[in-house]
């Protein structure tokens, strides 16, 4: 935990940033190791501390031994007011919040308790531009979710019956990711059957699975706090000309993007490899969300890769980043195909992480 505390401070120091409050639970996982439901980090130069309830101040000092806990209790001595304290104690005078993740009221009651003393600075992704490049030990767990994830899927697959409904085929892939050892779901498992295919993030529900119609499934382990995920696009029965023509454009849009993913390659130049062929073959009006995303402490994390935005810097692949390649055609009335692997970007190109069977190689 050390090293990322030392390249968070780099980042502080490049930025003449003093101290930082770290409120987002991933970013409070990532940097600390404890795992509990509520605290925050303060992080200067010279001190790290985690600051939780009494629910945790003994689960903290065991899962962060590179922090010192303090115990806030609420009401009374809320998180303000040992904030509060502590730059007291260490002369601070400006505070970086994660914008992103203060509320209104939170922003509110720290302004009030640190008035005239300390100056509140938001900023921004400080402590995801660290989670974008995984080290080894991260990778290692990626990959075993990835494998429980893959295993559940290849072994719920031939289970699957055209009576079903979408609700009990996403149960039975939801025990399966247990039985194979996740800790929980990544997130809601989605089983799309025909039609309701054609909304990327459909609930599942009564309807049957049905025959020679699609099924989208979209679904991950999580293993300690790490997220896989996975889309398959199935059909139980014959498949018709009209799937199978889509099926191929969906994959062939994966594959163009994964062979050009390298390090130093654009976001956005790595979306547009499926985005331009999945256009040239007509449905580029059908393919409406962004290509991939990061995986890690979050089920989407930076980078994405997407169209780029006009006021946002370009960003470059680097080597130890593991992204989704998704791309997907959805058709109103018919249903949809998507199909979605995790790639780790390496020193010389990608590796395809995710091993699940597709109907075509
Ligand atoms: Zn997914
Ligand atoms: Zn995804």
Redesign the pocket.
């Known amino acids: 935990m050390q090293t990322r505390l030392d390249r968070l401070r780099a980042i502080m120091a490049g930025r003449a940033l003093p101290a930082l409050l770290v409120s987002a639970p991933a970013n409070r996982r990532y940097l600390s190791g404890f795992t509990g439901s509520s605290g925050a980090l303060l992080i200067t130069p010279a001190r790290a501390l985690l600051i939780t309830d009494s629910r945790y101040t003994l689960q903290a000092a065991r899962e962060a031994p590179d922090f010192a806990v303090r115990e806030l209790i609420n009401p009374g001595r809320p998180l303000p007011a040992v904030l509060k304290a502590a730059a007291a104690e260490q002369g601070l005078t400006q505070l970086g919040f994660e914008a992103a993740f203060v509320t209104v009221a939170e922003h509110r009651a720290l302004a009030d308790a640190l008035a005239g003393v300390v100056e509140l600075v938001p900023v921004e992704g400080l402590v995801e531009q660290l989670r974008v490049v995984k080290e080894a030990d991260e990778l290692a767990i990626l990959r075993r979710a990835i494998a429980i994830t893959d295993a559940a899927f290849a072994a719920t697959l031939p289970r699957l019956r055209p009576e079903m409904s979408e609700r009990e085929a996403a149960w039975m892939l939801e025990v399966a990711l247990r039985i194979g050892g996740a800790e929980a779901i990544s997130?809601p498992i989605?089983v799309a059957a025909g039609p309701n295919g054609a909304l990327p993030h459909a609930t599942p529900g009564d309807e049957p699975l049905g025959s020679g119609r699609p099924i989208v499934i979209?679904?991950?382990a999580r293993v300690a706090g790490y997220h896989a995920?996975?889309?398959r696009t199935v059909v139980l029965g014959e498949a018709d000309e009209r799937f199978w023509q889509i099926y191929d454009i969906v994959l062939e849009a994966q594959r163009r993007a994964i062979a050009g993913m390298r390090p130093g390659i654009h976001t956005h130049v790595v979306d547009a490899l499926a985005r331009d062929y999945i256009g040239s073959r007509g449905y580029g009006e059908q393919f409406g969300h962004g290509l991939g995303h990061g995986v890690g402490l979050e089920v989407h994390e930076g980078p994405g890769l997407r169209r780029a935005l006009p006021d946002a810097p370009p960003v470059a692949l680097q080597p130890g980043m593991v992204t989704?390649v998704?791309p997907g055609i959805y058709l109103e009335g018919w249903g949809g195909v998507r199909i979605?692997d995790l790639v780790l970007v390496t020193s010389e190109g990608a590796t395809v992480l995710s091993q699940a069977p597709k109907l075509r190689s």
């Open positions: 997130f989605i979209d679904m991950g995920d996975l889309t989704s998704e979605e």
